[in-house]
């Protein structure tokens, strides 16, 4: 009886959730996530005014990328973020999903999911991708495992960088 629960609360919330492009209105709050998920997966806290920027530049700036929110009764529940990178390979974008925060209160409900079948939805009504790809925390397997079950596979490229 109780997994029946579960599954029609999920099932509500699911129906219930609204996804749209990020507006200038959301910066608030898609700062405050931004800030949520840096603290939760690196310990990390981000500069606000430089945060700040970098969120509205993107809201700004429509050729560099674009956010998605989920909304439930008119309350963001959950972002992500979506950056283009060009492959003169494939002639398509890459898109490159990050700064994805669902409120702890809101996962393993189906939202990411949503997100990221828009974001799919999004690329084909654009031309399509060369692929859609992410970065996930080596000891993020609750998120792995996410990304997995919905057709993501690990890649095998690793990742250099310098700072």
Same mark, same amino acid.
């Given at each position: 009886?109780?997994?029946?629960?579960?599954?029609?609360?999920?099932?509500?919330?699911?129906?219930?959730?609204?996804?749209?492009?990020?507006?200038?209105?959301?910066?608030?709050?898609?700062?405050?996530?931004?800030?949520?998920?840096?603290?939760?997966?690196?310990?990390?806290?981000?500069?606000?005014?430089?945060?700040?920027?970098?969120?509205?530049?993107?809201?700004?700036?429509?050729?560099?990328?674009?956010?998605?929110? &989920?909304?439930?009764? %008119?309350?963001?529940?959950?972002? +992500?973020? =979506?950056?283009? #990178?060009?492959?003169?390979?494939?002639?398509?974008?890459?898109?490159?999903?990050?700064?994805?925060?669902?409120?702890?209160?809101?996962?393993?409900?189906?939202?990411?999911?949503?997100?990221?079948?828009?974001?799919?939805?999004?690329? &084909?009504?654009?031309? %399509?991708?060369?692929?859609?790809? +992410?970065? =996930?925390?080596? #000891?993020?397997?609750?998120?792995?495992?996410?990304?997995?079950?919905?057709?993501?596979?690990?890649?095998?490229?690793?990742?250099?960088?310098?700072?």
């Amino acid at each position: 009886m109780h997994s029946s629960v579960k599954s029609n609360e999920k099932s509500n919330i699911q129906s219930s959730v609204q996804l749209r492009k990020g507006q200038q209105s959301d910066l608030a709050a898609l700062v405050r996530f931004n800030q949520a998920m840096a603290l939760e997966t690196e310990n990390l806290s981000l500069d606000e005014i430089l945060l700040t920027k970098g969120v509205n530049a993107l809201l700004s700036e429509p050729e560099k990328g674009f956010y998605l929110v &989920a909304e439930v009764e %008119g309350e963001i529940v959950g972002s +992500l973020m =979506v950056t283009f #990178e060009w492959s003169d390979w494939r002639a398509l974008n890459y898109y490159w999903i990050q700064s994805v925060y669902i409120r702890p209160e809101n996962r393993r409900q189906g939202i990411y999911g949503k997100l990221y079948q828009q974001v799919k939805t999004i690329a &084909a009504q654009n031309g %399509g991708a060369a692929s859609f790809r +992410l970065y =996930v925390e080596q #000891e993020n397997t609750k998120a792995q495992q996410t990304y997995q079950a919905l057709g993501m596979e690990q890649s095998y490229y690793l990742m250099y960088e310098e700072k």
